[in-house]
């Protein structure tokens, strides 16, 4: 593993989890300057500092903080995001991160983690999920987390029922989401509406 010299996010209200999972980075081979917060009200003036950041989180802090989270991602794209899971998640939630870390992995498996986040071949990870997509499911997406049914997507853009669910059940095959909550949330963090419009 090269030396990798990065600045670390951690938004984790527990003391002990905190010092653990830093611990763990401090053990393996990363050059890292860490940084601990408690909530989300403290990161976006870190993130002004250092856009450039990896940001390990639980994946609850960041549902309770949807809106905040999408103006996070949506401003800094530069900045990595990774689910601290130390407890069982909706993998519809984890999916909206770029990468997991889990409470039994090692020091080394952590560095690997944050290495491969920065030696991807695409410079922009955020837009991975939007490649999954053509743009007709995009559409589809787009009236699915407006409350429309099938039939009322069909009416929209012009085409059968059967189609339209069709164009349904592949957005949940590619996207591994079911629900219509999970989906919106989806459409929101990868930036095909606003969180305003599905108010």
Known sequence: MRKLRTNIIVVESSYILYQGLKK??????????IYHIYDFSEIEK?????PESIVITNPSVAQFNSKEFQNLRKFYTDTRWIAFAYQLFDDQLLSLFNSVININDTP??????????FSSDDANINNNN??????????????LALGL??????DKLNISTN????HRKNISQK??????????????VNKHITLESTI
Request: charged share 30%; no cysteine; glycine share 4%.
């Open 24 to 33: 763990a980075i401090q053990t393996s081979d990363l050059l890292t300057e």
């Open 46 to 50: 870190l993130l002004r500092k250092t």
């Open 108 to 117: 080394e498996k952590i560095g690997e983690i944050i290495e491969n986040l």
């Open 130 to 143: 939007e490649k999954l997509l053509s743009e007709r499911e995009i559409e589809v997406l787009k009236h």
């Open 149 to 154: 049914s099938s039939k009322e997507i069909a």
């Open 163 to 166: 189609t339209a669910t069709t």
């Open 175 to 188: 996207t591994g989401i079911k629900s219509v909550s999970g989906l919106t949330i989806y459409a929101v």
